[in-house]
Every structure is written in structure tokens, then in C-alpha cells.
């Protein structure tokens, strides 16, 4: 079985044991969120658009995050970090590919800057300080990550990992790398607004969802109700 059968059969067994001690981890994982400061290196905002690649868990979540950002104009899952040739579904999740699970997010810098996309990132989206895992998923090809696209994106994440990294942001260090992107490879159809056609799995209802009521949340000058998605049915 991939991770995420493996996941799903686990939290299903779980499930049937504890469903309230579920419920209760979902509310405390929304309490213990806060807020980041904002980067103090940032882009000028004179672009039309830009694009960035993350990595931080599976993309099921990731992508459901950022699909809520304002100013974010499509988010597409799918892999970073390896070749094309082996940029499918069965072959990443061995973990012996070198990709990571990883979302493309094209967005207007005039509404939403690069400092503030990783401020959302670090934040809500996911935990930059588990080393090549994320919850219940473990392997490299969940590892944090940032494929910067050109010298001013890797000025940013390097200049705001190092501010989080001397306000003590997280009581433990971050782990995210910070490295060129090589190339980025849209993931299979039926992977693409996975937690929109499935808000009913008990993967995404507690791995996932509180991370978008925390956006919310936290940082409601930068959520849209209604979230920018890849496809309007399942493929």
C-alpha cells in the first residue's frame, strides 16, 4: 500500500476506537497555531504575476491552503526535486525518486507578496521543523522545502527563515531547505482540489482542514471564501 493507505487504514482504526480523542487532537493542533511576524525582506510589488514552489507534506493540504490566499491565481499539486521521467504518483511515494510532494502556486504580487506566501507556508500550511516527514506521513519526499525561482525569492526565504530562526518562532529548529527549482510536475488528475472533492476523508478532516480554519483565523486580511481550484469535478 502507498503512505497515505497506510494513513487512512491507521486513522480509520483509530477512528473506530477514538473518535472523540480525534475530534479533541483537531481542536488542539487549531489552538496551538499562531501567528508569524512578517518577513522584514520582502518583494517590491510592481509584478503582474509570480510563481512559488513549496514543499511541506502531503500536497492534498498544502494546496488547500493556498487555494484560500488572496491574490492566489491557481495552485497545482504535484512534484519537485526529480526528474521527469519518474514525476508519477507510485514511483515518488517510495521516497527513492528525490521529489517531494510540492505545490506550484501562481500568484498577483500586488495582492499577495512572496514574503507573505511564505509567511502563510510557515505558519498555517505546514511544520518547517519535522525533518522529512509531515503528521502521519514520513519519507523525504515529504520533507519542507522552497524551490526558489530566481535570486530575490532565495533572498527572501533565506533572510525570513533566519528572522524566524532568531525570534525563537518555534521551539524547535526549522529544517526547511531552501534550493533551485529544477523543474516542477503537475501530479495526476485525481490528485488535483483532492480536499475539496473529499472533505469527508478522515485524512483530510484531520490533517488538513484545520489548517485552512487557521488561515482563517489567523490571518483573515489574507483568506478568500471561496478557494481557486484546478478542476470542477473529479477526473
Known amino acids: 500500500m502507498t503512505h497515505k493507505s497506510l494513513s487512512l487504514h491507521a486513522l480509520a482504526l483509530a477512528a473506530a476506537a477514538a473518535l ?24 517590491p510589488r510592481t509584478a503582474t504575476s509570480e510563481t512559488a514552489v513549496l514543499s511541506g507534506g502531503c500536497f492534498w493540504g498544502m494546496q488547500g491552503v493556498f487555494e484560500h490566499v488572496k491574490g492566489v491565481r491557481q495552485v497545482l499539486a504535484g512534484y519537485a526535486g526529480g526528474k521527469k521521467e519518474t514525476a508519477q504518483y507510485e ?3 517510495t521516497g527513492e525518486t528525490g521529489h517531494a510532494e510540492s505545490v506550484q502556486i501562481v500568484f498577483d504580487p500586488r495582492q499577495v507578496s512572496y514574503g507573505q ?12 521543523t519535522e525533518l522529512n516527514r509531515q503528521g502521519p506521513d514520513d519519507g523525504t519526499q515529504y520533507r519542507s522545502n522552497i524551490w526558489f525561482a530566481n535570486a530575490e525569492q532565495k533572498k527572501i526565504a533565506d533572510a525570513y527563515i533566519a528572522q524566524l530562526t532568531k525570534a525563537h518562532a518555534f521551539p524547535s529548529p526549522i529544517v526547511t531547505r531552501v534550493d533551485p527549482s529544477t523543474g516542477f510536475y503537475a501530479a ?21 482542514m484545520p489548517k485552512i480554519s487557521n488561515l482563517k483565523r489567523i490571518y483573515p486580511g489574507l483568506y478568500v471564501e471561496k478557494p481557486v481550484m484546478v478542476t470542477t469535478a473529479h477526473s
Not at 495526476?188 to 488538513?208: R, T
Open 20 to 43: 472523540p480523542l480525534i475530534a479533541g487532537a483537531c481542536a488542539r493542533a487549531d489552538e496551538t497555531s499562531h501567528a508569524l511576524p512578517a518577513p522584514i525582506l520582502d518583494e
Open 91 to 93: 514511483e515518488v511515494s
Open 117 to 128: 506566501i511564505l509567511q502563510v507556508y510557515f505558519s498555517v500550511a505546514h511544520d518547517p
Open 188 to 208: 495526476e488528475g485525481y490528485h488535483q482540489d483532492y480536499l475539496i472533492h473529499n472533505p469527508d476523508s478522515l485524512y483530510i478532516q484531520i490533517n488538513d
